[in-house]
């Protein structure tokens, strides 16, 4: 595959190991503004009390999309992307005291006398989600298909009102995809997913019966005595 592009991604190396050089792929980014977000959210504003106590509360959820799956990511605003539950929990444990990691772990339930959650914004939440994600990983296909693409990005601002964004065939190195997938790997899954665009299976044409025995090598006396042989 040799990828056209005016920048550069972690798994174009790649190309240099004398792979296909028939098949292209055409890297032009392509942004839209989009109200149409399908994917799991995480709701920041049910969350914003415990939130605010946070030195640094950018939090920014995004979706990948990539060769007909989704993966979730989260940045936590100084380009820390964390993939995976366990990310965010090293990320939490490096960063915050221990009274803030406490509320972390250990949500407190809401009161009966007020309509906000004190740590809303916790583990369970950041796990529910991820979890979410994951079961839902094969379900955007037509997403891809429709747009001819391998690759995007779907950018959720910080709440399920805010302005929406994907950006298709977008730069994976900016958000540490290399975590989640190696580059050869990364780079034999686009090569296979623009092979199957650009050469789809054909319709299978109908066959009878008749046709499908005299392929197979048999004819109307197969299966009875042939009367010339008497």
């Known amino acids: 595959m040799r990828i056209i592009s005016d920048f550069h991604d972690y798994y174009d190396a790649v190309q240099a190991t004398g792979q296909d050089q028939t098949l292209l792929y055409l890297r032009k980014v392509v942004e839209e503004e989009t109200k149409d977000y399908p994917f799991p959210i995480i709701d920041y504003y049910r969350c914003w009390r415990w939130f605010n106590r946070l030195p640094s509360p950018c939090v920014e959820q995004f979706i990948v999309g990539f060769c007909?799956?989704?993966y979730p990511v989260i940045n936590y605003g100084?380009?820390?992307y964390c993939h995976n539950i366990e990310d965010v929990d090293l990320y939490m444990e490096a960063n915050y005291r221990e009274k803030v990691l406490e509320e972390y772990r250990h949500p407190l339930k809401h009161?009966?006398?007020?309509?906000?959650?004190?740590?809303?914004?916790c583990r369970f939440v950041f796990d529910n989600w991820f979890k979410e994600v994951k079961a839902k990983q094969n379900a955007f296909g037509h997403i891809?298909?429709?747009h001819k693409c391998p690759i995007f990005i779907a950018y959720?601002?910080?709440?399920?009102?805010a302005n929406k964004r994907f950006v298709y065939n977008g730069k994976l190195k900016?958000?540490?995809?290399f975590r989640?997938?190696?580059?050869?790997?990364?780079?034999?899954?686009?090569?296979?997913?623009l092979g199957g665009m650009a050469m789809p299976n054909r319709p299978i044409p109908e066959v009878s019966d008749k046709d499908l025995a005299a392929a197979k090598g048999f004819d109307k006396f197969s299966f009875r005595k042939d009367p010339s042989k008497k």
């Open 68 to 70: 007909g799956k989704i």
């Open 78 to 80: 100084d380009n820390v």
């Open 111 to 121: 009161s009966r006398h007020h309509r906000y959650w004190d740590a809303a914004l």
């Open 144 to 146: 891809f298909l429709k």
């Open 156 to 161: 959720c601002g910080e709440s399920r009102y």
């Open 174 to 177: 900016d958000c540490d995809f």
């Open 180 to 193: 989640v997938m190696e580059p050869f790997t990364a780079f034999q899954e686009i090569s296979m997913f």
